[in-house]
């Protein structure tokens, strides 16, 4: 069972910048492609960013494309999502998600593949 935890949410200023933590547990933290997941108030949850099991290959949504970044650290078992020049329209809850890739060294956009959710961390953008 793999347990995660996000950080580092907050309120931001238009074209300012934060970044997320997400720590793992439980589980062997490279076996995992690692996913970043958004929901905004009435709207249903939607991809923001994946990160593969090695770290060395990354997705993102186009709407996020050139503004965030994914990262791992596996010393910490730990993933990041660094997300500059944020916009109003970035407001939403964040989750990170954990899908099990033992054997490749894929990722998935796909919400439903995914195995383990963090509880989520807000994310305000004032204009």
């Known amino acids: 069972q793999v347990q995660l935890v996000e950080s580092g949410g907050g309120l931001v200023q238009a074209g300012g910048s934060l970044r997320l933590s997400c720590a793992a547990s439980?589980?062997?933290?490279?076996?995992?492609?690692m996913g970043w997941f958004r929901q905004a108030p009435g709207k249903e949850r939607e991809f923001v960013a994946t990160?593969?099991?090695?770290?060395?290959?990354?997705y993102y949504a186009d709407s996020v494309k050139g503004r965030f970044t994914t990262s791992r650290d596996h010393a910490k078992n730990t993933v990041y999502l660094q997300m500059n020049s944020l916009k109003p329209e970035d407001t939403a809850v964040y989750y990170c998600?954990?899908?099990?890739?033992?054997?490749?060294?894929?990722?998935?956009?796909?919400?439903?593949?995914?195995?383990?959710w963090g509880q989520g961390t807000q994310v305000t953008v004032s204009s």
């Open positions: 439980g589980g062997t933290f490279s076996s995992y492609a």
């Open positions: 990160i593969s099991a090695s770290g060395g290959r990354t």
């Open positions: 998600a954990a899908d099990y890739r033992a054997y490749s060294d894929g990722y998935t956009y796909q919400e439903y593949e995914y195995d383990y």
